[in-house]
């Protein structure tokens, strides 16, 4: 049972914009812990931006400043804007909710529901 859908990867040039969605149940979206992760070929799963019941958000160091998460409650629905894209953002987007993380929301540990991935690829 797919719980958790994304939308909106694709294939852009360095420096392009893409925009991802990621659209829940309200169960799922009243999670504690909403986010996206990446995983690109041979590499390990990382926290890319989170949000933490609606209010804290958290990114990693390597897209501070390019990309942006962001909620539209009435739709139930996640965004990460992800601007000035670099070849090295190439992977797949994975979008994640956890009912009750918190310590962390950028750890994978704090998650127990995920989607199927939408793939980005960023050209030079």
């Known amino acids: 049972q797919v719980q958790l859908v994304e939308s909106g990867g694709g294939s852009v040039q360095a420096e392009g914009t893409l925009r991802l969605s990621c659209t829940t149940s309200a169960y799922i979206y009243s999670s504690n812990c909403v986010g996206w992760f990446r995983q690109a070929p041979g590499k390990e799963r990382e926290g890319v931006a989170a949000?933490?019941?609606?209010?804290?958000?958290d990114y990693a160091d390597s897209v501070k400043g390019r990309f942006t998460i962001s909620q539209d409650n009435a739709k139930n629905t996640l965004y990460l804007e992800m601007n000035s894209l670099k070849p090295e953002d190439t992977a797949m987007y994975y979008c994640?909710?956890?009912?009750?993380?918190?310590?962390?929301?950028?750890?994978?540990?704090?998650?127990?529901?995920w989607g199927q991935g939408t793939q980005v690829t960023v050209s030079s």
């Open positions: 949000v933490y019941r609606g209010r804290s958000t």
């Open positions: 994640a909710a956890g009912r009750y993380g918190g310590a962390w929301c950028l750890s994978e540990s704090s998650y127990d529901y």
